[in-house]
Nanobody, 124 residues
């Protein structure tokens, strides 16, 4: 059974850090580009970051550049999103998604597999 499972979310104060994990089961991530998306209440789901299947290409949206870092460990079938200097506007449910291709895009279109999400709340 193909599955993506996110973890690592939680409640953090502004300026704090979290590391999200996305673990794949039922398939190997080696040939898949992975994207991280987020959805805040009442808003559209937006792409945050992605990493190509080779790991050679990464993309970040402007609001998280310099604060978030995406990485992958194919041996562990896992992709990470390190989030530093978190802000209240980062509060959302975060989802990882996978698509079998080597180029990276933060557009939702084309991603085949989605996780159930992990909640990130940034509040004092």
């Amino acid at each position: 059974q193909v599955q993506l499972v996110e973890s690592g979310g939680g409640l953090v104060q502004p300026g704090g850090s979290l590391r999200l994990s996305c673990v794949a089961s039922g398939f190997t991530l080696d040939y898949y580009t992975i994207g991280w998306f987020r959805q805040a209440p009442g808003k559209e789901r937006e792409g945050v970051s992605c990493i190509s299947s080779s790991g050679g290409s990464t993309v970040y949206i402007g609001s998280v550049k310099g604060r978030f870092a995406i990485s992958r460990d194919n041996a562990a079938n896992t992709v990470y999103l390190q989030m530093n200097d978190l802000k209240p506007e980062d509060t959302a449910a975060y989802y990882c998604a996978a698509v079998r291709r080597n180029y990276c895009s933060t557009l939702r279109r084309g991603y085949d597999y989605w996780g159930q999400g992990t909640q990130v709340t940034v509040s004092s």
